[in-house]
C-alpha cells in the first residue's frame, strides 16, 4: 500500500523559512512528477509546485523564486523550501504523486505565517 507521509509544518513568522518533506513508503511504479499543493480555509485546494521525472519544475506564480521543489529518488522523498513566506501562504500543504496509472495523496501538513 502506497503512503504519502509530510512533515514540517510550523508556525512561522513573515519573512521566515520552512523546508517541508514527504515520505513516500510502499511500491510504487511509473512516476511521473511529483509534488505539492496546498488548501487554505474556505479556499480550494490549489497547485504550488511539481517536479517532473526529468526533473523539470513548475511553480504557482506567487511562489516562484521563494519556493523550491526538489526530490531524492533513493530517499523516496520529496521536498519544498519555502523562503520568504507570507501570510498568503498560510494553509495545508498536500503531497502529491502522479504515476502512469494513479495518484496518490499525503495528509496533509500545516503551514501557518504570521503577520
Known amino acids: 500500500q502506497v503512503q504519502l507521509v509530510e512533515s514540517g509544518g510550523d508556525l512561522v513568522q513573515a519573512g521566515g523559512s520552512l523546508r517541508l518533506s514527504c515520505k513516500i513508503s510502499g511500491s510504487i511504479f511509473g512516476i511521473n512528477a511529483m509534488g505539492w499543493y496546498r488548501q487554505a480555509p474556505g479556499n480550494e485546494r490549489e497547485f504550488v509546485a511539481r517536479i517532473t521525472d526529468n526533473g523539470s519544475t513548475y511553480y504557482l506564480d506567487s511562489v516562484r523564486g521563494r519556493f523550491t521543489v526538489s526530490r531524492d529518488n533513493a530517499k523516496n522523498t520529496v521536498s519544498l523550501q519555502m523562503n520568504s513566506l507570507k501570510p498568503e501562504d498560510t494553509g495545508v500543504y498536500y503531497c502529491?504523486?502522479?504515476?502512469?496509472?494513479?495518484?496518490?495523496w499525503g495528509q496533509g501538513t500545516q503551514v501557518t505565517v504570521s503577520s
Open positions: 502529491k504523486v502522479t504515476t502512469t496509472r494513479a495518484f496518490y
